[in-house]
Nanobody
Framework: QVQLVESGGGLVQAGGSLRLSCAVS????????MGWFRQAPGKEREFAAG????????IYADSVKGRFTISRDHAKNSVYLQMNSLKPEDTGVYYC?????????????????WGQGTQVTVSS
């Protein structure tokens, strides 16, 4: 059974930082690209960041570029999202996702598995 479990969300003031983690089990982690998506209240789920299966190819949404950093640890079957200089518009539920293949994608339909999400709230 494939499981993606996110953690690390919380309440933070604008300008602060959070680090999200996603622990992956039930699949051959090294053959999957990973992504982070987010969903603000009343809005569609949107792409935030993605990383290829060997960690050397990363992509970001323009809205988070320069502030967020995605990384992965094959020894721990985990993927991380370091979020700095947080803004109130970064508020939402953050989802970890897995996609079979070398490269991460930026579309929801490119991903095969999803976690349950972790809430991030940025106060102004």
């Amino acid at each position: 059974q494939v499981q993606l479990v996110e953690s690390g969300g919380g309440l933070v003031q604008a300008g602060g930082s959070l680090r999200l983690s996603c622990a992956v089990s039930g699949l051959t982690y090294s053959t999957y690209s990973m992504g982070w998506f987010r969903q603000a209240p009343g809005k569609e789920r949107e792409f935030a960041a993605g990383i290829g299966w060997n960690g050397d190819r990363v992509i970001y949404a323009d809205s988070v570029k320069g502030r967020f950093t995605i990384s992965r640890d094959h020894a721990k079957n985990s993927v991380y999202l370091q979020m700095n200089s947080l803004k109130p518009e970064d508020t939402g539920v953050y989802y970890c996702s897995a996609r079979g293949g070398v490269l991460a994608g930026s579309r929801r339909d490119q991903y095969d598995y999803w976690g349950q999400g972790t809430q991030v709230t940025v106060s102004s």
